[in-house]
């Protein structure tokens, strides 16, 4: 998967007036001509960050390829600002100060082998019954994981199945091309 910056910057500006429109409606926000770029309407999934003063205060996503990519950049951004039940929801003063991050995902592609995980390059997903779990590339890069450790992490934590679950779970890979705002952009 491949974005341009302008298309970048179209789906960074989408999810922050997404988040302005839900956590301060009355904010006045100037009218720009909203052109619709080709791959705002490709089918494919989607993670939001959202953070203030560089703490992360919420993340949501979605593999759903049902909508458009535009559709659930919006909707993740709006949850992961309001709805994430390990934060508190971001507030109207916060927005001046709000960063967002935005990972596009590629399909998952279901693995029998550990090895075929690449730290840094792969997201892991994995079900266990009805557990289901998962961790962007960009989790074990920033925690300095090894494979194991994003395994029994996204086990664990994620999918509720304890540390070594992941032994008896569908493990499946996928890539997310991940970028990241400043509070100082403007849309």
């Not at 390990?86 to 998952?108: D, G, K, M, N, Y």
Request: hydrophobic share 40%; aromatic share 8%; charged share 25%.
């Amino acid at each position: 998967m491949n974005l341009n910056e302008q298309e970048k910057e179209e789906l960074l500006c989408l999810a922050r007036e997404a988040i302005e429109e839900n956590v301060h409606p009355k904010m006045d926000r100037s009218a720009k001509p909203q052109g619709v770029l080709a791959a705002m309407e490709i089918k494919c999934g989607a993670f939001v960050s959202v953070y203030v003063d560089s703490d992360l205060r919420g993340c949501i996503g979605t593999f759903s390829e049902d909508v458009s990519l535009s559709t659930n950049v919006k909707r993740m951004a709006v949850s992961a600002a309001t709805t994430d039940s390990r934060f508190q929801p971001v507030l109207p003063e916060e927005l001046a100060r709000l960063e967002i991050e935005v990972s596009v995902l590629t399909p998952r592609t279901r693995i029998y082998d550990i090895s075929e995980i690449s730290i840094g390059q792969h997201g892991i997903y994995m079900i266990h019954g009805n557990n289901r779990g998962t961790l962007l590339p960009q989790v074990a890069v920033s925690q300095n994981w090894t494979v194991f450790e994003f395994l029994g992490n996204c086990a664990r934590y994620k999918a509720g199945i304890g540390w070594e679950g992941w032994k008896a779970a569908e493990l499946y890979t996928y890539e997310a091309l991940s970028f990241r705002s400043s509070p100082s952009e403007k849309c």
